[in-house]
């Protein structure tokens, strides 16, 4: 398998995007890794690994750059090139940390949605709080502002198959985010998608979940309109670190005894920033789309990096992307019948 | 002033309820209470306090009850009564910790609208985490699923009345909670709201702001649509809740170093417990009705309750209904000219 590498993307490219790319290049032999970018900086963090090759560039997609704009005009740029790598099938995924919205437009105008998937949607996978080892997926978190009640139905199968395939989850649970669990909650939208869903004998719908229980594992996948995924993902990250900024002046800002205490404690609450940290879980998923096109924080480190290709090796060997296609063609036949 | 008490609402009715009134009767002698509800059970908890009369009724509203069809036929219902009162002017303000959608139905059918407001929203005040006594106001929490731009519009000029004259603040700062900071950013609904937002020259409007944020203090008042403020809420209340309990494993289930270091930081944990606690802050306000219409959490206990009707106390002293009146009044006055 072949992943195209944009090695210019985010805050701390290319240092932590090639060392992530060193780290997983040792664990996973069966990966070739093609790295786009400026040649001479990329060359100082690697050490001749065999499974690594650089295609050179100099231009770049900033974070502030427009995404549609950018993605037609900067035609060299390190996530346009490795976008049409993955087109040309001279690779197989595409990874970046860089503008999320380029990474979309990429993903949708240079890779392509699959044949019956009428909007990608943006995908990541959370940890349960009140169980170890446990996660959840949560759908759509961005990529669509503006959602129909169709487009939700199709990220429950997105979810269902990502869950079944890339997590390993025999029988999914799909919950769909409503502001109350009665089945005659919310809004226009979520009314009409939970009909669509309760009538899709395909995937296991369990009803209406409130984001009061997203944390303790109230489903497999969760799945949303993108602008509230979008909210409650963001919710969770800044309300979780405002809470360990509190615990911190809990410990330095109250005395010697309370500081003694964090030390004591200290070894327990890194644990609990484990639980916390999602970047083990991959990155963020654009499912839908022909390829795996994954992303991770900007501020990304090469362990995030690590985990995210990790994450794509999963898809990848799982041929998680294969069986999409064939499922939403076939219902495409089906319906053309 | 007088405030109409629904006290069999809530799961620790009348208990908690009455328990949190003899509290505020103490305190604010200027109060005189209505307790609508069962007078041999609420008496139980009184102790002859000169402000405190009951008004007996059998009949009170379930939280699994219909909203509108319990408002409707229910007529001797604690909580339709306690806002009957409101409407004839026997009472200033309604609070109740019961079903929230009958409060609602309650508040808009019985009490009504101010003229010239199209969705009254339901508020909340929020501790900012980052900032010691620092407090936003969230508003549309869900009283609307379905909002329109116009209905966002309402919704800060609501929030920057509440917070200046309720919570003191001068200038209050609006933000728009979007899915990005730039203008350009959201959905269908945001994109035009942000527009009427920049055209009000009465508000202090500073743009979008991201849920990432709002614990950080990014603005004063924050609206937003009713079906996505709810997900934040109960979003800010889950994650919390989560970290609340992983820190009490991280000093209970990881041996005795760390539950010595737990006791040494007790002090300053209490006090971070109390930066969590909103319910100091009151209750949650159906705001742009013709009096105070205000809830709390179903499971709340007696200092909610005190806390809530300092809160009602403040809204009453204030007169920041008055207020509302005569500014929604004239703006439709200068409309029709």
Redesign the interface.
């Known amino acids: 398998m072949r992943i195209a590498v944009d090695a210019m993307g985010g805050d701390n490219a290319p240092k932590a995007i090639v060392e992530g790319i060193v780290l997983a290049a040792k664990e996973f032999k069966d990966i070739e890794f093609i790295l786009y970018g400026d040649e001479v900086a990329i060359n100082q963090y690697l050490d001749g690994e065999a499974n690594i090759k650089i295609v050179h560039t100099d231009e770049k997609i900033n974070s502030e750059d427009d995404p549609v704009r950018s993605i037609r005009r900067k035609k060299k740029a390190s996530m346009v090139l490795a976008a049409q790598a993955v087109k040309n099938k001279e690779a197989d995924a595409l990874f970046s940390a860089g503008n999320t919205g380029a990474l979309l437009t990429a993903g949708l105008l240079i890779i392509g949605r699959i044949k019956g998937i009428d909007r990608p949607g943006l995908l990541v996978t959370l940890p349960v ?2 169980k170890e080892n446990s996660t959840f997926t949560l759908m759509d978190v ?1 990529a669509n ?2 959602t129909k009640p169709e487009n939700i139905h199709q990220y429950a199968i997105l979810g269902t198959e990502y869950a079944k395939f890339v997590r390993g989850v025999e029988h999914p649970t799909v919950g769909l ?1 409503n ?1 109350g669990t009665e089945e005659n ?4 939208i ?1 009314k009409r998608a939970f009909q669509l869903l309760k009538a899709d004998k395909s995937i296991h719908f369990i009803g209406n979940v ?7 594992g109230v489903a497999d996948v969760v799945v ?1 309109d ?3 995924g ?3 993902l ?10 360990m ?3 911190k002046s ?2 330095y ?2 005395g010697p ?2 500081k ?10 890194s ?2 920033k484990d ?2 940290d999602y970047s083990k879980h991959g990155g963020s998923v654009l499912f839908g789309v022909k390829a795996p096109v994954v992303k991770t924080h900007g501020s990304t480190e090469k362990e995030a990096v690590y985990f995210t290709i990790k994450q794509i090796h999963e898809m990848l060997a799982s041929k998680v992307i294969d069986d999409l296609v064939e499922q939403f063609e076939t219902k495409n036949t089906d319906q053309e019948k």
Request: avoid cysteine; aromatic fraction near 2%; proline fraction near 0%.
């Open positions: 709080m009140t961005g502002a503006d985010l502001n909650k919310g809004n226009d979520t409130e984001a009061r229980e997203l944390l303790n949303t993108g602008f509230t979008n909210a409650v963001k919710t969770i990250e800044g309300t979780a670190l405002s809470m900024q509190l615990i809990a410990i800002d109250n005894k309370a003694l205490g964090g030390l004591l404690m200290k070894d327990s609450l644990g609990m639980v916390l």
